[in-house]
């Protein structure tokens, strides 16, 4: 390892002249030119020999074969950082499309591409660890829409750079604070996207951008002289609205140019409160206002904490400037603060008062360029990740993910399909293990099979495929549905053959379905692969029917009132349980918790309907449990017979339930398209008796079907 050097940005540029030579960048611009023109903007902002020397080494990637090496050799580990993170934000502009301009009519959905914009802009924050490539990558774009203002020509190309600025570098400067690189590139951006609108509002502006920064110049020299006269100390600054800022304000209002009150503004930052109202009035005293135009930000702050005094006054040729007036801890709030200006411009009022690693990125880079040359603020603090990282897909789109989430994440991120089918994915080109852990920055192309389904060692926690608890739950819903089909297709299989044994192979399953008790014929498939019922059943559900109208209901009350509905549950001990009455489970039924809000967990049957039919959130609720000790439990069950209504059918069923001591505590009946439906409420102490007994109803004349609900 070389020692270490000290950056140096005049032996920089004399080390590129023969690099860069007579090299051209696809915009045409000479590379040279291109890193001249950035350093100059960068001392314009801070005087950092570090942050200039990158400027001229900003293409050494595609001049020498080991530029790294070459970079820390000759400048050291910090510029060599700086060039190689610089580099990789580059490279991202090339994976990713440029934006096209807001008026083109090829944009079918704008929400969708402003949430891609803001995606990026978290992207590229998210990729630098030294955030002073920020920095960089903004000074570039801004001289390569300077180079396209002189060029004059390529009128596509300046288009294209001008929308792409606006969705992502402009709002990357205002986060900053960077105001001489935000509204010139917004201005550049406006002029090459709407040349119209550019020029009608410079034309009614009257006068030279020159000459609007001359005369506030003027505003505030005559008001600084103005307050030191009285005694007060101030900090007193100004400059005029600039284009782009006066067009979307009169979009956003729907104002026209004479309307505007803050084309030109100035700010006044003092000590204290009482010096505010004071400056205020003797601001007013000496210029004519616009009394419409006042407000109060301190005495009435705004939702998001902004404190501020607002007034309008007209100068000797009324033409209107806006005063604010603050003191410094108000500005420092405003600025850095929840209320910062890119918040409640970007996010609304709505914004979260929690800072997130992203926020401490930008409150770190802004508080380094307020600082001295020779003095850096303490860095972001440890500890603080951010929660996502920003991968691409092949065709430059940014997809936020969960840390540590792996392929099959994105894949089952971009749809469901795709994460099914996934087979292998490939990292920057390079083939990766389905359980490589993404990084931001990085392209994902997934490898899919045509046909195929999702491993279970995919839902191994200790294997690491799967993070993201979207896609876990999608791995499960396929295997249960798998399960569901393979039911489904078994019980075909069987009433196919009951029906052909019974020459009847052309009756209408859906009413098959319906005289044995099932809603649906696929509930009737499954009921069949469970050995609800069998060909006696199905037999006795053909046969001609007497239609018959008549119904009877009696109730009786159960000794045990569900005393002891609530069963220790294997797995949650101490906690709370309940049997689900919309499937009624009992020993050994197979069964599962669902976790309620607020009354503990509910013990369902697994093949419920209300479980299977769950959604992805309530899918993630559902946890592990077994029967404890359910000795002299009593467990709530619903009984349905369908058959004829004929004389004693009730009393010989009554008569079986009372042979198993199954005790009945309420039973209703209703005739339904020809067939009475009994549902028989009963309580049972073991599943066995229960068995026997519906086996012992089925086999009596004139029952079609009986099973449990």
Same mark, same amino acid.
């Given at each position: ?7 140096? $940005? ?26 001249? @023109? ?7 902002? !801070?005087?950092?020999?570090? =942050? ?53 009519? #090829?944009?079918?959905? #704008? ?72 509204? %010139? ?9 709407? *040349?119209?609108?550019?020029?009608? +509002? ?32 101030? %900090?007193?600054?100004?400059? *005029?609205?600039?284009?782009?800022? +006066? ?20 700010? +006044? ?39 501020? =005094? ?34 409640? #411009?970007?996010?609304?009022? $709505? ?24 003095? #850096? ?40 399909? =795709?994460?099914?089918?996934? !087979? ?30 999702? $491993? ?70 499954? @009921?069949?692969?469970? %050995? ?78 209300? +479980? !299977? ?33 004929? *004389?004693? =059918?009730?009393?010989?069923?009554? %008569? ?54």
């Amino acid at each position: 390892m070389s020692e270490e050097k000290t950056a140096d $940005s005049l032996l920089a540029r004399q080390m590129v002249i023969p690099l860069y030579g007579d090299q051209k960048l696809f915009t045409g611009e000479s590379r040279l030119a291109h890193a001249d @023109g950035m350093a100059n903007i960068v001392r314009g902002i !801070r005087d950092d020999e570090e =942050l200039i020397s990158a400027c001229y080494l900003f293409a050494v990637h595609d001049c020498l074969p080991n530029p790294d090496e070459w970079l820390r050799n000759n400048f050291g580990t910090g510029v060599a950082e700086l060039v190689n993170e610089l580099h990789r934000l580059i490279e991202l502009n090339g994976k990713t499309r440029l934006m096209p301009a807001e008026d083109d009519e #090829k944009v079918a959905d #704008k929400l969708m591409l402003k949430a891609q914009d803001a995606l990026l802009r978290k992207m590229v924050l998210a990729m630098c660890r030294d955030l002073r490539v920020v920095i960089l990558r903004l000074s570039s774009r801004l001289q390569t829409l300077r180079y396209y203002a002189m060029k004059k020509d390529d009128l596509e190309g300046a288009r294209a750079y001008g929308a792409d600025t606006l969705a992502l570098y402009a709002p990357l400067a205002n986060r900053l604070g960077i105001w001489q690189i935000k509204w %010139e590139l917004e201005d550049l951006s406006l002029r090459f996207t709407k *040349p119209d609108i550019y020029n009608e +509002i410079a034309r009614q502006l009257d006068e030279s951008r020159e000459a609007r920064l001359a005369f506030m110049r003027d505003a505030v020299d005559k008001i600084k002289q103005m307050l030191s006269d009285k005694g007060i100390e101030a %900090e007193v600054s100004g400059r *005029p609205k600039h284009i782009y800022s +006066i067009y979307k304000k009169m979009e956003r209002k729907h104002l026209r140019f004479d309307q505007l009150y803050d084309v030109r503004a100035l700010r +006044i930052i003092v000590q204290t409160v009482e010096q505010c109202y004071e400056v205020l009035s003797i601001v007013q005293e000496n210029f004519s206002g616009v009394s419409s135009e006042y407000d109060d930000y301190i005495a009435n702050p705004k939702p998001n904490g902004y404190r501020s =005094l607002h007034t309008v006054i007209l100068d000797t040729r009324n033409r209107p400037i806006e005063i604010q007036i603050r003191t410094r801890q108000m500005h420092e709030y405003n600025e850095l603060g929840m209320a910062a200006h890119w918040r409640y #411009k970007e996010a609304g009022n $709505s914004e979260k008062s929690t800072q997130s690693a992203e926020d401490q990125k930008v409150a770190w880079l802004r508080q380094l360029l307020a600082w001295s040359s020779d003095v #850096k603020p303490e860095g972001p603090k440890e500890g603080v990740e951010d929660e996502h990282v920003y991968v691409l897909t092949p065709q430059g789109r940014v997809v936020e993910m969960q840390t540590g989430a792996t392929p099959i994440d994105f894949a089952y991120h971009l749809h469901s399909e =795709l994460g099914h089918r996934c !087979r292998g994915a490939r990292v920057n080109g390079n083939m990766v293990p389905l359980n490589y852990k993404l990084k931001t920055g990085e392209t994902v192309e997934i490898v899919a099979a045509k046909t195929g389904g999702p $491993s279970r060692d995919w839902l191994n926690p200790e294997l690491g495929f799967v993070v993201t608890n979207r896609a876990r739950s999608k791995v499960r819903q396929w295997f249960h549905q798998q399960a569901l089909q393979e039911q489904i297709n078994t019980g075909r299989d069987i009433i196919e053959k009951d029906l052909a044994r019974l020459g009847m192979t052309a009756f209408k399953l859906e009413e098959l379905a319906k005289r044995l008790g099932y809603e649906t014929v696929d509930d009737l498939f499954v @009921g069949a692969a469970k %050995e609800e019922f069998g060909f006696k059943s199905i037999e006795k559900a053909l046969k001609p029917q007497e239609e018959e109208k008549k119904e009877g209901i009696f109730t009786s009350k159960s000794k045990a009132e569900h005393a002891k509905s609530q069963v220790l549950v294997v797995g949650v001990d101490s906690l709370l349980t309940q049997l689900a009455r919309c499937c009624h489970p009992a020993p050994p039924d197979k069964i599962v918790g669902f976790v309620t809000r607020g009354r503990g967990v509910t013990i369902h049957r697994a093949d419920c309907p209300n +479980i !299977r039919h769950l959604d992805e959130k309530g899918q993630e609720r559902l946890i592990e449990v077994s029967w404890g000790n359910a000795e002299g439990a009593v467990f709530p069950v619903e009984v349905l017979v369908v058959g004829q209504n004929l *004389p004693g =059918l009730l009393k010989d069923m009554s %008569e079986i339930f009372m042979k198993e001591k199954i005790a009945i505590v309420g039973m209703n009946s209703q005739i339904i398209r020809g067939d009475m439906h009994w549902r028989f409420n009963v309580e049972i102490t073991e599943a066995e008796a229960l068995k026997r007994t519906i086996c012992a109803i089925q086999d009596l004349p004139g029952v079609y079907n009986a099973r449990r609900v």
